[in-house]
């Protein structure tokens, strides 16, 4: 079992910066084998991939996010992280941390986080 608890959403003007953190706790063995991934999800859509980080650490962007964010995670902590810059309204949405042994993205991952919220303003 991996329990995600993510931190760092809040609100900023457009152009702005965040910084997303997702803590796991797993062992370090378990984590290092991981597939870690952010979602995000706006009040009447459906939840959508934004970045995942394999287990060799090779990332993967949904294309709206490319240039922007950028998704990487430390082993030694069990933290995944999401550096967001270049902020947009557009982005306004809860960010979701998911983890899995197999799967880097899509709603099948295994493990959840409650989520965190990020307003952007224009």
């Known amino acids: 079992q991996v329990q995600l608890v993510e931190s760092g959403g809040g609100s900023v003007q457009a152009g702005g910066s965040l910084r997303l953190s997702c803590v796991a706790s797993?062992?370090?063995?378990?984590?290092?084998?991981?597939?870690m991934a952010w979602f995000r999800q706006a009040p009447g859509t459906e939840r959508e991939g934004v970045a995942h980080?394999?287990?060799?650490?090779?990332?993967r962007y949904e294309d709206s996010v490319k240039g922007r964010f950028t998704i990487s995670k430390d082993n030694a902590k069990n933290t995944l992280y999401l550096q967001m810059s270049s902020l947009k309204p557009e982005d306004t949405a809860m960010y979701y941390c998911a983890a899995d042994r197999r799967y880097c993205s899509g709603l099948a991952m295994s493990y959840w986080g409650q989520g965190t919220q990020v307003t952007v303003s224009s």
């Open positions: 797993t062992s370090a063995y378990t984590y290092s084998s991981l597939c």
């Open positions: 980080i394999d287990s060799r650490g090779r990332t």
